[in-house]
């Protein structure tokens, strides 16, 4: 799947990914590694895409809800109408990935933070590790941070948070 050549652009050497717009292989896997950890009855994934990270999810073992914000993108297991959750999908999810146009996951987040389910987890990706607060990852890092919910960040290239609903 992936030659010594593959990496995520500007990041130490062992961070592979398919392409500069894709999640990290490593940060897919956690995401599979959290769902089968946790057993969650309903997961909640924005940003679909091709299905990079959706492919290391056990769909079998839950209800899965998914979505994807940019048209050129959408397609199944995506929602093939709604472009973000609503706050029903969001107050049913027990693991939320979020991954979506940087455009609407601000407001996914907050979404989250305000009506998620108590004890869900959340993942969101590009969320700053060492990037200028300048960028829309430092951005993203903060509306993390700002949802006052416990979380940390992690250290994936692009970065993420892990945050669990209080």
Known sequence: MFDEQTF????????????????????????????RMLQPRTVLETGVGV?????HL?????RYIGFES????????????LVTPAVEHMAGADLVILDSAVSVRHAEIALWAEHGRSGSVCLVH????????DTIHAALAQACLATGQPGTLLRN???GWMGVHA
């Open 126 to 133: 590009d969320c700053g590790n060492g990037h200028g607060p």
């Open 58 to 62: 056990d769909r079998n073992t839950c």
């Open 8 to 35: 995520t652009p500007h990041a130490q050497q062992g961070w592979q990914s398919w392409d500069a717009w894709s999640p990290e292989l490593d940060f897919c896997r956690f995401a599979g590694l959290l769902q």
């Open 70 to 81: 940019d048209p050129a993108w959408r397609r199944s297991p995506a929602d093939p109408e």
């Open 51 to 55: 299905g990079r990270l959706t492919a």
């Open 157 to 159: 290239p692009r970065g």
